[in-house]
């Protein structure tokens, strides 16, 4: 039987130009704009072996002249960078009143908005609403939706990988056809991915936020609706039906259970925690608030007051605290978090006030005793995730696929 080795030969080249090709590409995303002499330097190309890869990335149309750099010892440097056109993909976040759409360009700038509003009851036509919305996005991109490589929505839900439908989403119409993905990636002619909205919440931690550096944590979104993420081993945990995270449904002590309402009633962690219920609570401790976030950032305010009217929004807030510390306390027991990281409207609203009463009646609860910290990410989380997610799946087949099929040449 002949050697494996001996089989892998003629392929070798080819694997070393790609190998090179992704390591200087990757090196131009996260520098920005070099020389042919600093390209070479980090990444350990000779000279030779760089010109030729330059000339290789300029030929597939991965790699632009930027100019040159002068005032230098030596001759001028040409400058290089990565050409922003290679490809442009598009993040949704969808809610049931509208939905947001951001495009950006494979270096991950973001080059237009928009805001497409979905009113009503009735689901209407999910494709002509999510076409609507990347549409705009690229109208304002200066693109057009012929140009994106791969569109990824964010939704209050998640697909189950055996079936194709979305679930736990009942609260958005439409949305619940067979082959969601398949359907909308028919439509808009584009590769559609779908992740639930706080995993991609997580991924934007895991890049940008407070959970950078931590292989497992736990993230925990409250403000109408209450939902966590689970990142272990670095890896983001969907579970077999893609539902892991969906605490607004655990049954909890305190709370009624599904048994006891119906599964479509109010029941679980979001009837203990979630927005309604917190904003009943806080009106028994005798404050108010329009919304979750406002209530919240109210009681807050008060608590810095003395007298009885601090002393009731100390109260409230630290019954708040115990909710939260319920739900998330058998989530750290069975998962064992480095850190556990807390978001959404209500949650910032009760910024480092709400996040350190979280952290002590957490610790009263469980052995493991894991940070709690809040968020910091600006922004949308969400399409913030959701574009992160479009563009590392869109890099890995541009810059390898691209870089293998039409880019040839020595290594």
């Not at 990347?134 to 109208?139: F, I």
């Not at 292989?215 to 939902?227: H, N, P, R, S, T």
């Not at 009624?256 to 009106?283: I, N, S, W, Y």
């Not at 949308?380 to 869109?394: I, K, N, Q, Y």
Request: glycine share 14%; proline share 6%; with cysteine.
């Amino acid at each position: 039987m002949p050697s494996t080795n001996t089989d892998a030969r003629p392929g070798r080249p080819q694997l070393l130009r790609e190998i090179n090709d992704r390591a200087a590409l990757r090196v131009m995303l996260e520098r920005g704009p070099l020389t042919r002499p600093e390209l070479g330097a980090l990444t350990g190309l000779s000279k030779p072996t760089a010109s030729q890869l330059l000339a290789r990335l300029r030929s597939a149309g991965l790699v632009v002249l930027d100019g040159v750099r002068e005032g230098l010892p030596g001759r001028t440097a040409e400058l290089y960078r990565i050409n922003p056109a290679a490809a442009h993909v598009a993040a949704l976040d969808v809610t049931r009143t509208r939905i947001a759409a951001s495009v950006a360009d494979i270096t991950g700038a973001v080059l237009g908005d928009h805001l497409h509003p979905t009113p009503g009851r009735s689901g209407g036509d999910v494709v002509a609403k999510v076409r609507a919305a990347v549409e705009g996005a690229c109208l304002r991109a200066g693109v057009t939706s012929d140009d994106l490589h791969r569109v990824v929505i964010g939704i209050q839900g998640a697909v189950d990988p055996a079936t194709a439908r979305l679930g736990y989403a009942a609260h958005i119409p439409g949305w619940h056809i067979p082959d969601l993905a398949g359907t909308l990636r028919e439509g808009l002619g584009v590769p559609v991915d779908i992740e639930n909205d706080v995993n991609l919440v997580a991924l934007t931690e895991r890049s940008h936020g407070v959970a950078r550096g931590h292989a497992d944590f736990v993230l925990l979104w409250a403000d109408e609706g209450i939902g966590a993420a689970l990142v272990l081993g670095g890896r983001l945990h969907r579970g077999a039906t893609g539902g892991a995270g969906e605490v607004g449904y655990m049954p909890i002590a305190g709370a009624p259970t599904a048994k006891e309402t119906g599964k479509r009633g109010d029941h679980g962690f979001q009837a203990l925690a979630g927005g309604p219920a917190v904003l009943r609570m806080l009106r028994s401790h005798g404050l108010r608030g329009g919304d979750p976030s406002r209530a919240v950032r109210a009681a807050v305010r008060d608590a810095a007051r003395e007298g009885e009217r601090g002393e009731r929004a100390c109260r409230a807030l630290r019954e708040l605290a115990a909710r939260l510390a319920v739900g998330l306390a058998p989530i750290v027991a069975v998962a064992d978090p480095e850190i556990v990281v807390l978001t959404g409207g209500m949650l910032l609203a009760g910024g480092d006030v709400l996040s350190a009463l979280v952290e002590e009646e957490l610790h009263a609860l469980t052995l493991p005793r894991p940070p709690v910290r809040l968020s910091a990410v600006e922004g949308s989380p969400v399409l913030t995730g959701a574009l992160g997610l479009a563009l590392s799946v869109t890099r890995e087949e541009v810059f390898g696929s691209t870089v293998s099929t039409r880019a040839a040449g020595p290594a």
